[in-house]
Each structure stands twice: as C-alpha cells, then as structure tokens.
C-alpha cells in the first residue's frame, strides 16, 4: 500500500483543516488505518485510529472532541477532520496502515504500522 498524505499548512487558533490520505497499489480494505503527529523534538505520537473491518475509531485523549477521522472506501481516501485547532497541534502529520486482525484489538504505536506516507505540515499559530 502506498499511502500519500495531504492538505496541512498554517491555519489561526480555534480554525480547522481537513488532512487527506490517499492510497494506491492496494485498497483500504483489509487494513487497519491511523493517524500519527510528530512535533520538534518530540517522539512520534498517535493521533486517531479507525477499524477497517467494523469502522470503530479511537483518538487521543489531547484531540478526543475536536478531531475526527473518516474513510471514504469509494475514494480509497482517509480524512482527518481537524477543528478547534490549539498551537499543541503543531506538527508533521503522517497516515499510516497495517493488516487488519477482523478483531477488536487497536493499534497506537508506530512501531505497530507497516505503511507510511509522508508527512505533511501543520502548524496553528497562537
């Protein structure tokens, strides 16, 4: 699966943006899907989960109420629903996937991933 990330740039307090996820060489089906953030000096860290195999999602507690992420299966594209940003938010956003166990369990360490996109620049000014 080859993931292409998109839609970051530099937006106000409180505004909003929507990040895309774009896979090609394989569908979405089959995979677990996430949403990873990456801030200077900081480790990388999960953001916002979604089960391919029944749609559950999971965030981080720092964005629970404020993000949101979706699939669109027709479109082969994840969506990451970013309001009410805070200057925290700031960082390099990365979408990645990894085969689907069809269970319950939930994946939020990079390590857990096996595809990546690049990163794409989120920055909220205070």
């Known amino acids: 699966v080859q993931l292409q990330a998109s839609g970051g740039g530099l937006v106000q307090h409180g505004g909003f943006l929507r990040l895309s996820c774009a896979a090609s060489?394989?569908?979405?089906?089959?995979?677990?899907m996430g949403w990873f953030r990456q801030a200077p000096g900081k480790e990388r860290e999960f953001v916002a989960a979604?089960?391919?195999?029944?749609?559950?999602?999971k965030y981080a507690d720092s964005v629970k109420g404020r993000f949101a992420i979706s699939l669109d299966n027709a479109k082969n594209t994840m969506y990451l629903q970013m309001d009410s940003l805070k200057p925290e938010d700031t960082a390099v956003y990365s979408c990645?996937?990894?085969?689907?166990?069809?269970?319950?369990?939930?994946?939020?360490?990079?390590?857990?991933?096996?595809?990546w996109g690049q990163g794409t620049q989120v920055t909220v000014s205070s």
């Open positions: 990645a996937a990894r085969p689907s166990d069809y269970g319950s369990n939930w994946y939020v360490l990079p390590k857990e991933y096996d595809y």
């Open positions: 979604i089960r391919w195999n029944d749609g559950a999602t």
């Open positions: 060489g394989r569908t979405f089906g089959g995979h677990h």
